[in-house]
């Protein structure tokens, strides 16, 4: 009987140990933001459902509900509402609706007026291809969240000057802002974006058509904090406006892929941002050595290079990059560059001995 006794003790023991100290370190663990661990929400609510000791402790770890993520989610809309209107909620960070292709004006309206203040501490909003949403939910969503530092809605067409007009008057601390694909976005928003965000680090204007060099100049002259400009398949840009990302003395990614009117020049003036680490000049027609040279002699902490489709340059950028970037380099593409000789692998690696991938462009 005392044996049975004091096994039945320890149990008991090894399950306080394991309530009080165990599976608070495991929760901890997969809360945060750079686990590969981290709990996906209906994980959670059936993890919820486990036990009375479960529920207690999962809801007492507040980093767990700072995330919602729907992404790729049917009913999103209405999941998000349910989900917002709950306590545990009351002080989420980060929400993630990329792909939910349900979500409407009307879902982003209702939280406004039902779920207000469980925006307040909202730092990142992900709306990428909610192609439902115009600037009406725009400016819903945005009236809620005054602590925002991300937004990015890509690929979505209904999303005017207007939409990012309500975003810098509702959300005065962004840093990171994706519009790509939002081909109605003109020069005026990205005026409106100018003109208040002098600290904004990273912008993606991908595919916005309608820009010309007058708003990206606003752009590069007033937000001179930017470290990441993507400015893909742009070709309406001309050297005025390219001269003016050498004003970028933090710059570390640039993407140009398809500026057809970049010339040496432009490039040139580019290579003032010595910090650059990755640079894309796919299918720059126009450049030459005398541009790449240029960057090879100033920006010597280049990782990724491509110059795919560049018709101009020759084995000489080549051997300038070698000298200044060799230690450097791990992703370098010359692929379609017939001014350079074809070089085996082994070959590119004694030029390179870090390079890591030889193709960006399949």
């Not at 109605?184 to 912008?203: H, M, R, T, W």
């Amino acid at each position: 009987m005392e044996e049975i006794t004091s096994t039945a003790t320890e149990t008991t023991k090894d399950d306080d140990v394991w309530s009080k100290d165990t599976v608070p370190k495991v929760f901890k663990l997969v809360s945060s933001s750079t686990s590969s661990l981290t709990l996906t929400h209906p994980d959670l609510v059936s993890l919820l459902l486990v036990s009375p000791f479960l529920y207690r402790t999962l809801l007492s770890s507040q980093p767990l509900w700072q995330l919602l993520n729907f992404r790729e989610s049917n009913n999103a809309g209405n999941r998000l509402i349910a989900a917002l209107s709950l306590p545990r909620y009351s002080h989420v960070k980060e929400i993630n609706l990329e792909f939910a292709r349900d979500i409407e004006d009307t879902h982003l309206i209702l939280i406004k007026q039902k779920c207000f203040d469980s925006l307040r501490s909202l730092e990142s909003l992900n709306l990428n291809v909610c192609q439902k949403i115009s600037d009406t939910g725009i400016e819903a969503i945005t009236s809620c969240c005054p602590r925002l530092k991300n937004f990015s809605i890509y690929w979505n067409v209904r999303v005017t000057d207007s939409g990012l007009l309500h975003i810098v008057r509702n959300c005065k601390h962004i840093v990171d802002l994706n519009i790509s694909g939002c081909k109605n976005i003109s020069d005026q928003g990205v005026q409106f974006v100018a003109d208040n965000y002098p600290k904004l680090e990273s912008v993606n204007l991908t595919r916005c058509v309608k820009l010309t060099d007058k708003g990206l100049k606003q752009l590069l002259q007033k937000c001179l904090s930017l470290q990441s400009l993507n400015l893909y398949a742009v070709s309406s840009f001309t050297d005025e406006a390219y001269r003016k990302i050498g004003l970028l003395s933090r710059l570390m990614f640039l993407d140009l892929c398809g500026a057809q009117n970049l010339s040496d020049e432009g490039l040139q003036c580019i290579s003032k941002c010595k910090n650059l680490v990755s640079l894309n000049l796919t299918w720059c027609v126009r450049v030459t050595d005398k541009g790449v040279i240029a960057i090879s002699q100033s920006c010597t902490s280049l990782e990724f290079l491509s110059l795919f489709g560049i018709v101009g340059v020759t084995d000489k950028c080549l051997e300038a990059l070698s000298k200044t970037c060799s230690n450097s380099i791990t992703t370098l593409d010359v692929n379609g560059c017939i001014g350079i000789k074809k070089r085996s692998r082994p070959e590119l690696l004694r030029l390179f001995p870090y390079l890591k991938c030889f193709k960006v462009h399949s």
